[in-house]
């Protein structure tokens, strides 16, 4: 049977067919659909951990208890998980273990561009690249393959067109594979100096060995036609050079780490001239000059972001695209923003209010950095917020950070904030915490964590209560507070900053697009209006201005209710 | 075929472009489609692909492209004048959304827009999607509406539209989106 799939859909329909047994991630776009799609399958355990290193080490505990498991993450994702990747590298495996790691060339829904594919090379583990979902649900069963065969954990490297594109896909059964036998083996599971140090030698014969396997592979396609132009591609940039030159030869890599060095040799010699076209970093373009063969790539082609038919147009056949129509006046851009009865746009209301310094952090609450309530001066990484409260505490002083708050969310605190709060509470500090508790992973498309109640299935287990870790990490002031009461908000935040202590403001009311919410209706603006502007100042998408004053989009109202709150005239009224 | 669906985060352009794919995939050739997940669908500008033909190598539809762009939303239609093909066609919802820029007051939502596209030569279909959804039952059903004007000019037949809707859309919102896509159909 065939089915339209997205990649991601189809990643987890091949580790249902692996006959996968565990599976452990952490949210993050573009990946998050993969262990979604997995969860609705009963014959493998799944589960929503922590964060992506948690995930990664649950995930080398099923592989060497026997199971077949897998882990799926997007980039940065990968960096918190780089410590295991780097030490299971030499343990290998005992049931296969594949690591899934998505790409976000353009940065679509993140923070930075890396090229995943460095890890897949420093770590010294094989890595795949699918171009279409076909392919992803091909080469998941394949990882699984090599690993048990090579004795090595394996990722499978998508970027964003691939895991959210559909196309079309070959289901076939689910092959059980039974869990292997477990025996206690320390030379090869305890990676201390004295068992690494062979280890590591074994790492480098397997590179050897699984280049050999690579040449020989059918992960990888040579395609011969005109061989005036050669090319190199992976991934979705073989889809873009298939698209714009269709008659050239080419040799498509499906594992590109450690790379085919016999067959990028033998289409070397087939072809007269070879462009490399990969997006991101001229990984492909600098192996290929390290063994001598002369490509055309990044003095061409731009590091940066996505590529497209077009642009391979242009740059190999030299095409000028024909002169597309355009507006003759500026069109205003629509970025993403904070949505209509967003839980977090009471809190930047009022440190915006404040003139609040707001250490940032990684969710949808980014988005309090843009106009108009610009609040946010800071974000780098998940759980990166309260520690950089702490960091421009230690370096300006106690004044500065009573004028000072970081912002992150419930799900962003579990994964990595909390670490940060001891860091504070332990090397006395007095940083002022504010935890957006909306319920839910937000950014991602709504996922259960810890701090929910809830797992990956919906069922219900034992809650984080975030007050008493707070409070058992040694945070004596922790506040409750609705983040649209906004005068009471308000007056938190005063007293909270002010202390001479840490603190820590869990602002509480659920996303606005979940259903424990339960917003309905919608306000209007009614004739007490004074036209003072004062809701302009929330950045309610669903509020313009218009000649007669602020008006309200009926088809953007969710009757969440905070507007009220900050109008003096009693204006505004359910409809 | 290249259709591209543009729109505002939230529109619902998603299942819009899974039923379309839907409905490609039953004349048997080859369907790719390329969505928007994350940040950028929380209330900005969205734009998802769909192409159907006998092979379909990218997922993506690049400028000068696109054969139909069904948008749902006006200054939406206006920003990707520039991917349609000569002769293509737009089907335009008359419905607008201020972007965040034109709340605060740092930019101007441009007026006349259709009028505008059609001096430059466009064929534009223009609905307002908002007023059939709500006469459907709800106002969500916009994306279905569009599809319903759209399919007119298709050579998909209605019956295999409503089969693709039947396949895509949740039981207990079959019957408004069924409704839905008939007023567009027939508008």
């Given at each position: 049977m065939?089915?339209?799939?997205?990649?991601?859909?189809?990643?987890?329909?091949?580790?249902?067919?692996?006959?996968?047994?565990?599976?452990?991630?952490?949210?993050?776009?573009?990946?998050?659909?993969?262990?979604?799609?997995?969860?609705?399958y009963?014959?493998?355990?799944?589960?929503?951990?922590?964060?992506?290193?948690?995930?990664?080490e649950?995930?080398?505990?099923?592989?060497?208890?026997?199971?077949?498991?897998?882990?799926?993450?997007?980039?940065?994702g990968?960096?918190?998980?780089?410590?295991?990747?780097?030490?299971?590298?030499?343990?290998?495996?005992?049931g296969?273990?594949?690591?899934v790691?998505a790409?976000?060339?353009?940065?679509?829904?993140?923070?930075?561009?890396?090229?995943?594919?460095?890890?897949?090379?420093?770590?010294?583990?094989?890595?795949l690249?699918?171009?279409?979902?076909?392919?992803?649900?091909?080469?998941?069963?394949?990882?699984?393959?090599?690993?048990?065969?090579?004795?090595?954990?394996?990722?499978?490297?998508?970027?964003?067109?691939?895991?959210?594109?559909?196309?079309?896909?070959?289901?076939?059964?689910?092959k059980?594979?039974?869990?292997?036998?477990?025996?206690?083996?320390?030379?090869?599971?305890?990676?201390?100096?004295?068992?690494?140090?062979?280890?590591?030698v074994?790492?480098?014969?397997?590179?050897?060995a699984?280049?050999?396997y690579?040449?020989?592979?059918?992960?990888?396609?040579?395609?011969?036609?005109?061989?005036?132009?050669?090319?190199?591609?992976?991934?979705?940039?073989?889809?873009?050079?298939?698209?714009?030159?269709?008659?050239?030869?080419?040799?498509?890599?499906?594992?590109?780490?450690?790379?085919?060095?016999?067959?990028?040799?033998?289409?070397?010699?087939?072809?007269?001239?070879?462009?490399?076209?990969?997006?991101?970093?001229p990984?492909?373009?600098?192996?290929?000059?390290?063994?001598?063969?002369?490509?055309?790539?990044?003095?061409?082609?731009?590091?940066?972001?996505?590529?497209?038919?077009?642009?391979l147009?242009?740059?190999?056949?030299?095409?000028?695209?024909?002169?597309?129509?355009?507006?003759?006046?500026?069109?205003p851009?629509?970025?993403?923003?904070?949505?209509?009865?967003?839980?977090?746009?009471?809190v930047?209301?009022?440190?915006?209010k404040?003139?609040?310094?707001?250490?940032?952090?990684?969710?949808?609450?980014?988005?309090?950095?843009?106009?108009?309530?610009?609040?946010i001066?800071?974000?780098?990484?998940?759980?990166?917020?309260?520690?950089?409260?702490?960091?421009?505490?230690?370096?300006?002083?106690?004044?500065?950070?009573?004028?000072?708050?970081?912002?992150?969310?419930?799900?962003?605190?579990?994964?990595?904030?909390?670490?940060?709060?001891?860091?504070?509470?332990?090397?006395?500090?007095?940083?002022?915490?504010?935890?957006?508790?909306?319920?839910?992973?937000?950014?991602?498309?709504?996922?259960?964590?810890?701090?929910?109640?809830?797992?990956?299935?919906?069922?219900?287990?034992?809650?984080?209560?975030?007050?008493?870790?707070?409070?058992?990490?040694?945070?004596?002031?922790?506040?409750?507070?609705?983040?649209?009461?906004?005068?009471n908000?308000?007056?938190?935040?005063?007293?909270e900053?002010?202390?001479?202590?840490?603190?820590?403001?869990?602002?509480q009311?659920?996303?606005?697009?979940?259903?424990?919410?339960?917003?309905?209706?919608?306000?209007?603006?009614n004739?007490?209006?004074?036209?003072?502007?004062?809701?302009?100042?929330?950045?309610?998408?669903?509020?313009?201005?218009?000649?007669?004053?602020?008006?309200?989009?009926?088809?953007?109202?969710?009757?969440?209710?905070?507007?009220?709150?900050?109008?003096?005239?009693?204006?505004?009224?359910?409809? | 075929?290249?259709?591209m669906?543009v729109?505002?985060?939230g529109?619902?352009?998603?299942?819009?472009?899974?039923?379309?794919?839907?409905?490609a995939i039953?004349?048997?050739?080859?369907?790719?489609?390329?969505?928007?997940?994350?940040?950028?669908?929380?209330?900005?500008?969205?734009?998802?692909?769909?192409?159907?033909?006998?092979?379909?190598?990218?997922?993506?539809?690049?400028e000068g492209?696109?054969?139909?762009?069904?948008?749902?939303?006006?200054?939406?239609?206006?920003?990707?004048?520039?991917?349609?093909?000569?002769?293509?066609?737009?089907?335009?919802?008359?419905?607008?959304?201020?972007?965040?820029?034109?709340?605060?007051?740092?930019?101007?939502?441009?007026?006349?827009?259709?009028?505008?596209?059609?001096?430059?030569?466009?064929?534009?279909?223009?609905?307002?999607?908002?007023?059939?959804?709500?006469?459907?039952?709800?106002?969500?059903?916009?994306?279905?509406?569009?599809?319903?004007?759209?399919?007119?000019?298709?050579?998909?037949?209605?019956?295999?539209?409503?089969?693709?809707?039947?396949?895509?859309?949740?039981?207990?919102?079959?019957?408004?989106?069924?409704?839905?896509?008939?007023?567009?159909?027939?508008?």
């Open positions: 065939k089915k339209l799939m997205l990649g991601n859909e189809a990643i987890a329909r091949g580790a249902y067919e692996a006959g996968v047994h565990v599976v452990s991630s952490y949210p993050g776009t573009p990946s998050t659909e993969i262990t979604e799609f997995i969860a609705k009963d014959e493998i355990y799944s589960e929503w951990a922590p964060n992506e290193k948690v995930a990664v649950t995930a080398i505990g099923a592989a060497t208890g026997g199971g077949r498991a897998l882990s799926a993450m997007k980039h940065v990968l960096n918190v998980a780089a410590d295991p990747l780097f030490t299971v590298s030499y343990i290998g495996v005992n296969g273990l594949v690591l790691v790409d976000d060339p353009g940065m679509h829904s993140s923070q930075n561009e890396q090229d995943s594919r460095n890890y897949a090379i420093a770590a010294k583990v094989p890595m690249e699918p171009a279409d979902s076909a392919e992803c649900k091909e080469f998941t069963k394949k990882a699984f393959e090599i690993s048990e065969q090579f004795d090595t954990p394996v990722i499978l490297r998508v970027t964003t067109r691939v895991a959210h594109s559909q196309s079309m896909v070959e289901l076939e059964d689910r059980e594979v039974p869990v292997k036998d477990y025996t206690k083996n320390i030379a090869k599971n305890v990676m201390i100096p004295a068992n690494a140090r062979p280890k590591h074994m790492v480098e014969e397997r590179t050897k699984l280049s050999e690579n040449s020989a592979s059918d992960l990888n396609k040579m395609e011969i036609n005109d061989t005036k132009i050669g090319i190199i591609a992976a991934g979705i940039s073989y889809q873009y050079a298939k698209e714009a030159c269709p008659d050239a030869s080419v040799l498509k890599i499906g594992m590109i780490n450690p790379m085919p060095e016999k067959l990028i040799r033998e289409f070397a010699e087939k072809v007269d001239k070879i462009y490399v076209v990969e997006q991101l970093d990984v492909i373009e600098n192996y290929c000059r390290s063994i001598g063969i002369d490509v055309i790539g990044k003095e061409i082609f731009t590091l940066i972001g996505e590529y497209s038919t077009e642009l147009k242009e740059k190999i056949l030299v095409e000028k695209p024909a002169e597309p129509m355009k507006a003759d006046e500026p069109i851009v629509r970025p993403a923003v904070m949505c209509p009865g967003c839980s977090h746009r009471g930047f209301y009022v440190l915006s404040l003139k609040l310094n707001v250490t940032g952090d990684i969710g949808c609450y980014s988005l309090g950095c843009a106009k108009p309530l610009e609040s001066d800071t974000i780098v990484c998940m759980g990166g917020s309260i520690t950089a409260a702490h960091g421009m505490e230690k370096a300006r002083g106690k004044d500065f950070a009573r004028k000072t708050v970081a912002v992150l969310g419930d799900s962003t605190f579990v994964h990595s904030g909390i670490t940060g709060l001891i860091d504070v509470v332990y090397n006395k500090g007095t940083t002022t915490t504010i935890i957006l508790d909306n319920s839910i992973t937000g950014m991602t498309g709504h996922q259960q964590n810890p701090a929910t109640g809830f797992t990956i299935k919906n069922e219900p287990t034992r809650q984080v209560d975030l007050e008493m870790l707070a409070h058992a990490v040694g945070v004596d002031r922790v506040v409750i507070a609705d983040p649209f009461d906004v005068d908000f308000e007056k938190v935040v005063k007293e900053i002010a202390a001479e202590e840490p603190s820590v403001i869990i602002a009311r659920p996303c606005a697009l979940i259903k424990k919410a339960g917003y309905t209706g919608r306000y209007v603006i004739d007490k209006c004074k036209n003072c502007k004062m809701c302009m100042k929330l950045g309610c998408p669903a509020i313009s201005l218009t000649e007669n004053g602020p008006k309200i989009d009926e088809t953007l109202c969710v009757g969440c209710g905070l507007c009220p709150n900050v109008c003096k005239f009693g204006a505004i009224e359910r409809a | 075929m290249n259709i669906i729109g505002v985060g529109q619902g352009t998603l299942l819009a472009s899974r039923i379309i794919g839907a409905a039953n004349l048997g050739g080859d369907v790719k489609l390329s969505e928007v997940h994350g940040m950028s669908q929380r209330g900005g500008s969205v734009v998802t692909y769909v192409r159907y033909g006998e092979k379909i190598a990218s997922p993506i539809i690049g492209e696109a054969d139909v762009i069904l948008a749902f939303e006006q200054l939406e239609a206006y920003r990707y004048i520039s991917y349609l093909k000569e002769g293509g066609k737009y089907i335009v919802n008359t419905q607008k959304t201020n972007p965040m820029p034109v709340i605060t007051g740092a930019a101007k939502y441009p007026e006349d827009i259709l009028g505008k596209m059609e001096k430059m030569g466009i064929s534009v279909t223009s609905c307002d999607a908002l007023a059939l959804a709500k006469e459907a039952g709800n106002i969500k059903s916009v994306n279905v509406v569009l599809i319903g004007v759209m399919a007119k000019h298709t050579n998909i037949s209605k019956e295999e539209w409503e089969e693709a809707i039947k396949q895509t859309v949740p039981e207990k919102f079959l019957e408004v989106n069924l409704k839905a896509f008939r007023l567009g159909y027939d508008a």
